[in-house]
């Protein structure tokens, strides 16, 4: 069993910053790719940022130029930096991480982390 846990969540006001962090259990080099997803009250689960163990990442169209995703492997964490924060931006934010090896595929969730934006 795999366990991703997060951190950083909170309240900001709008425009201002916040860093979440998720550290697995596993080294995070097992993983072809790990991501944060976003919840609001009342809508579906969303993808914002992502990254794969080639370096590669990809960011939501309502988040770039405001968010990056970074990995940082002797720490063996990945990060999410949130700046320029909107109202928009509140929601529990999860951690995912994907593994592949083969037939195998596996999807590992953190337990979310509220991040509230005020205006």
């Known amino acids: 069993q795999v366990y991703l846990v997060e951190s950083g969540g909170g309240l900001a006001q709008a425009g201002g910053s916040l860093r979440l962090s998720c550290a697995p259990s596993a080294s995070i080099v097992s993983f072809n790719a790990m991501g944060w997803f976003r919840q609001a009250p009342g809508k579906q689960r969303e993808l914002v940022a992502r990254?794969?163990?080639?370096?590669?990442?990809y960011l939501a169209d309502s988040v770039k130029g405001r968010f990056t995703i970074s990995r940082d492997n002797p720490k063996n964490t990945v990060y999410l930096q949130m700046n320029s924060l909107q109202p928009e931006d509140t929601a529990v934010y999860y951690c995912?991480?994907?593994?592949?090896?083969?037939?195998?595929?596996?999807?590992?969730w953190g337990q979310g982390t509220q991040v509230t934006v005020s205006s």
């Open positions: 990254i794969w163990s080639g370096g590669s990442t």
């Open positions: 995912h991480a994907q593994e592949t090896g083969g037939a195998f595929s596996a999807d590992y």
